[in-house]
């Protein structure tokens, strides 16, 4: 199983993507407003952390591919420019997700 950990406090938003299900997720991407984030590939266990800061409002698309075909999830949060925090995106059997939020409107030191 993947490790994510916990943030204390980081310029936008950590989330980490973590891959439960038995097969390899191929061509993994997260989109959100002023970006899109290429991860690639995660093996069964693994996992991928990026940081997302957008440019205005936004919340976030995820799409992969696995060996039952090409998947779109969206996944519904608000997250803005300088929020800090983190999400965790944990993909599972049969195209689910789950979608773990602690996003906070600003960085707290």
Known sequence: MGFCGYMFCAR??????TNQS?????????????GIISI???NSGQSQIVYVNPTGES????SWS???????????????HGYGGQGEIIL?????????????????F
């Not at 599972?92 to 707290?108: G, H, S, T, Y």
């Open 12 to 17: 936008g938003v950590r989330i980490c993507i």
């Open 22 to 34: 038995k097969n390899i997720v191929n061509a993994i991407e997260l989109r959100y407003t002023g």
């Open 40 to 42: 690639g590939n995660l």
């Open 59 to 62: 919340d976030l698309d995820l």
């Open 66 to 80: 696995d060996n039952t075909g090409l998947h779109h999830q969206h996944i519904d949060t608000y997250i803005e």
């Open 92 to 108: 599972l059997e049969n195209a689910e997700i789950k979608w773990v939020n602690n996003i906070k409107i600003d960085c707290l």
